[in-house]
């Protein structure tokens, strides 16, 4: 039977400071860029399918790509849960997709966010010194 040689160990193999497992500052910087003062903004809105005012959520209606938040100029103001248990026009995106969603809307998504993102570029100009 062949035995094996002890390891040695070497220098390079000394404990080190253990890694940060977050980027704080990138993950500020994401957020920010993903929603920031315009999420703000949408929230004030009414919903843009059911014309509902109270628990608006700002909804992305695209994906930033591989497991990154879409930017904040694809938001789109949708109610959240109602106060009787009814499901949302939020949980109604995420459960029956963007596409059908758009059906029953009749309107795309996309241009909807370019119209919000539009008229809050126009708001900021105005309120700005």
């Known amino acids: 039977m062949l035995r094996r040689?002890?390891?040695?160990?070497?220098?390079?193999?000394r404990r080190r400071k253990p890694i940060p497992k977050k980027n704080v500052t990138r993950r500020a910087k994401n957020f920010e860029r993903s929603y920031g003062d315009k999420a703000e903004w949408?929230?004030?809105r009414l919903?843009?399918?059911c014309c509902r005012w109270n628990n608006i959520e700002a909804a992305h209606v695209s994906n930033g790509?591989?497991?990154?938040?879409a930017d904040s100029d694809t938001l789109v103001p949708l109610c959240g849960p109602r106060e009787?248990?009814?499901?949302g026009c939020h949980a109604v995106l995420h459960n029956i997709?963007?596409?059908?969603?758009?059906?029953?809307?009749?309107?795309?998504?996309k241009v909807l966010a370019a119209a919000y993102e539009a008229e809050y570029q126009f708001t900021q100009k105005k309120d700005a010194p």
């Open 5 to 13: 040689k002890p390891l040695k160990r070497k220098a390079s193999l």
């Open 42 to 44: 949408i929230r004030g």
């Open 47 to 49: 919903c843009a399918r």
């Open 65 to 69: 790509g591989m497991g990154r938040k």
């Open 84 to 87: 009787n248990g009814a499901i």
């Open 97 to 109: 997709g963007i596409k059908s969603f758009e059906q029953r809307l009749g309107m795309t998504l």
